[in-house]
């Protein structure tokens, strides 16, 4: 079971991945309605980092590819996104 520590620590770590991509990170903007200059602020807001699991989970070769750069299986995201708040219908009922 994915801790709700783990699970944001590795959407941060997808967050990065995303930075760093300069094909996916203006699209994740797009798609978020955010500006690059709001990343952080945003990053407070709950919500926000299932956000960012959601969009690595939507497209199948970006999920692979962050699966393969941080050395996790991709099943590994999706247990994450559940261990999130907003992350899951069930969450608040879980904790």
Sequence with gaps: ?????????LAISALAYLAGDPALLPRF???T???????????????????VLRFILAHEPTLAAFAEQAGIAPAAVGAALKALPTGDDDYLAST
Aim: proline letters at 3%; aromatic letters at 4%; a negative charge.
């Design 33 to 51: 309605g955010i500006e690059a200059h709001q990343i952080r602020q945003a990053a407070r807001e709950p919500g926000f980092l299932a956000g």
């Design 1 to 9: 079971m994915t801790t709700r520590q783990d699970a944001e620590a």
């Design 29 to 31: 903007l797009a798609l």
